[in-house]
């Protein structure tokens, strides 16, 4: 499985992004994807995840009413709208995939993970 996350970027606070992660190598719509961030010094922590259909989704508070997973199955890619972009959203964000039907917030319980892609919002 790869997992090629791209869209990361420098934005000034209030400006939006949106990540992409492309799949390849099993059936993407059978899988729960997420999404993680990492800052230095800090654990890696769950952003937001979606389930095989897309029917449900979930957000670490945090990101509630700013950020929106939504996933392709037939482009076989995730996506993380983000909007209203703040300083603290600053961190390398990536996808990652898991074989169990539900999403969890643990990172060790993903399988697979993308290389990563850098957000950086300036104040």
């Known amino acids: 499985v790869q997992l090629q996350a791209s869209g990361g970027g420098l934005v000034q606070a209030g400006g939006s992004l949106r990540l992409s992660c492309a799949a390849s190598g099993r059936t993407f719509s059978s899988h729960v994807m997420g999404w993680f961030r990492h800052t230095p010094g800090k654990e890696r922590e769950f952003v937001a995840g979606?389930?095989?259909?897309?029917?449900?989704?979930y957000y670490a508070d945090f990101v509630k009413g700013r950020f929106t997973i939504s996933r392709d199955n037939a482009k076989n890619t995730v996506y993380l709208q983000m909007n209203s972009l703040k300083p603290d959203d600053t961190a390398v964000y990536y996808c990652?995939?898991?074989?169990?039907?539900?999403?969890?917030?643990?990172?060790?319980?993903?399988?697979?993970w993308g290389q990563g892609t850098q957000v950086t919002v300036s104040s």
């Open positions: 979606i389930g095989w259909s897309g029917g449900s989704k």
């Open positions: 990652a995939q898991r074989g169990a039907p539900v999403v969890v917030t643990t990172p060790t319980l993903y399988d697979y």
